[in-house]
Structure formats: structure tokens, C-alpha cells
């Protein structure tokens, strides 16, 4: 996959995607991510990318011209990866909810551009320029780079070959529609408290039975929402009762 990001803070994402799995995923060519900087596409002596706005207001905008650039660079350095449906995603809290589906959509595809705005926001003649526009949460950051780390990570990792043991996203909280539960490693008891006895059980049957229901009880206290979409089968109806049950009693 090609990843393009326009930032006027390329510095910021680089020290990121230089660690641990995304970095990897780029030394074994799963990922080529590669970061424009908005200001090289400025043509003024001062290199300007902001402006007051039309009208008044607080704050700076940040100007078309060069985010039309470096979109149009970013497109034309794909090459034969890139194509018309190459989603150009312009990161704001005004976007989209980034969710696991929305993630794993993305996967698909052999090429992504990322916007990541600054400043009180952009030319709305460049929203022309989007296909789609993000957010990754009800909250306002300075810029759009840590919503464009958030979302790389989230990606590549889904990308084939990119985590180590291939299953290891499936299990993935929201994956399955439900929260991962708990995890144990040794030693097996710790500060008085054990490990559940059927993770030592060796009982694979059993395990994942318990597995599936640590998943449900967690998903139910914390994120109940969470059971209305998630593919449920009769058993696990029948544990969620139960779980109920307990409760009013
Ligand atoms: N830019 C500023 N805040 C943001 C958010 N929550 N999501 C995406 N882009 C943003």
C-alpha cells in the first residue's frame, strides 16, 4: 500500500511511523508511506499557507492553492498504484467517526492520500479535493497529524503480512463487534491474585468457550451499545441473560 500525507508538520509523523510495527511494515515493503510537506507547494517568497478570513473572524484559514498542489503531487506520485478511486480523506472533527469498519475498508485499497488540516481550518473551495473527511473522535486537536498517525496505525496493521501471527487482528476488540476480554501471561499467580484456572486448563474447547464469555461480560459493563450490532449467537444470548439475571438479583 502507498500512503501519502500532506502535513505542514512532517516532522511530527515521522518520528512515528519510525517505531516498532509501522516501521517494519516499511522495511519488508508492505507499506511506502511518504510525507509532503504543504508549505513545498507555495509559491510566494514567504511561503505562505495561511491567510485572514473573508469577512472577519478569528484565526488564520489555510489557503487552496497549496493544498490543491500537493494533493494533485501526492496523486501523481502514486503512479500505477494510485487510480480514481484512490480515497483522498481530509482528517477533521467536522468528518466522519473513523471506526474498525471503517479501517478495514480502507485496507483494501492500494493507495491512500491524507489531509491533515491546521490552523481554525481550510479554504472550503478545497473540500473539493476530499473524498471523504474523518474523525477520530468529539474532541478538537490542534491538527489533523495525530488523527493521520491514528489512522495509519490502524490500517497497516490490518494490512496482510504486517502482524506477526496472521490471526492476531481477528480477535482484535471490534473486530468480532465486541471488546476483547481479559489476558494473562505468567507468572501464574502475582501478587495473590491467580490466573483464571482454565487458561492452565490446556482445554482448548473450554478456553475459548470462556474466552467468548469474558468478551460478552466485558462488552456489556462497559460498552452495552456495543451488543446491539454485534453478531450474537443463541449461546450467547443465553450467557448475556444470565449475566442479567445476576445482576438483579
Ligand atoms: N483535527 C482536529 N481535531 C480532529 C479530530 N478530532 N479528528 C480529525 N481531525 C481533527
Do not use: C
Amino acid at each position: 500500500m502507498d500512503i501519502s500525507i500532506l502535513t505542514l508538520f512532517p516532522d511530527m509523523l515521522a518520528g512515528s511511523f519510525n517505531q516498532s510495527i509501522i516501521r517494519r511494515a516499511q522495511e519488508r515493503g508492505l507499506v511506502s508511506i511518504r510525507l509532503h510537506n504543504i508549505r513545498d507547494y507555495t509559491h510566494d517568497k514567504h511561503h505562505t499557507t495561511d491567510d485572514t478570513p473573508f469577512g472577519g473572524g478569528q484565526g488564520m484559514v489555510m489557503k487552496p492553492e497549496p493544498l490543491f498542489e500537493a494533493v494533485e503531487a501526492a496523486l501523481g506520485d502514486l503512479g500505477s498504484t494510485g487510480n480514481d478511486a484512490t480515497p483522498v480523506i481530509l482528517l477533521t472533527p467536522q468528518g466522519r467517526p473513523f471506526t474498525q469498519a471503517i479501517a478495514q475498508e480502507l485496507s483494501q485499497h492500494p493507495a491512500l492520500v491524507l489531509i491533515s488540516g491546521h490552523y481554525e481550518g481550510i479554504d472550503a473551495r478545497a473540500d473539493a479535493l476530499a473524498t471523504d473527511n474523518l474523525s477520530i473522535g468529539d474532541y478538537v486537536l490542534t491538527g489533523g497529524e495525530i488523527p493521520a498517525m491514528a489512522i495509519v496505525d490502524a490500517v497497516v496493521r490490518l494490512l496482510p503480512g504486517v502482524l506477526g501471527d496472521s490471526m492476531s487482528a481477528v480477535d482484535d476488540s471490534f473486530a468480532t463487534g465486541l471488546l476483547e476480554g481479559p489476558t494473562y501471561t505468567r507468572p501464574a499467580e502475582y501478587r495473590g491474585e491467580s490466573v483464571p484456572k482454565v487458561l492452565l486448563s490446556g482445554d482448548h474447547g473450554a478456553v475459548a468457550r470462556w474466552r467468548r464469555q469474558q468478551s460478552l461480560k466485558r462488552t456489556y459493563e462497559r460498552r452495552p451499545d456495543l451488543l446491539k450490532t454485534a453478531n450474537l449467537t443463541e449461546e450467547d444470548h443465553a450467557y448475556l441473560q444470565k449475566l442479567k439475571a445476576r445482576e438483579e438479583e
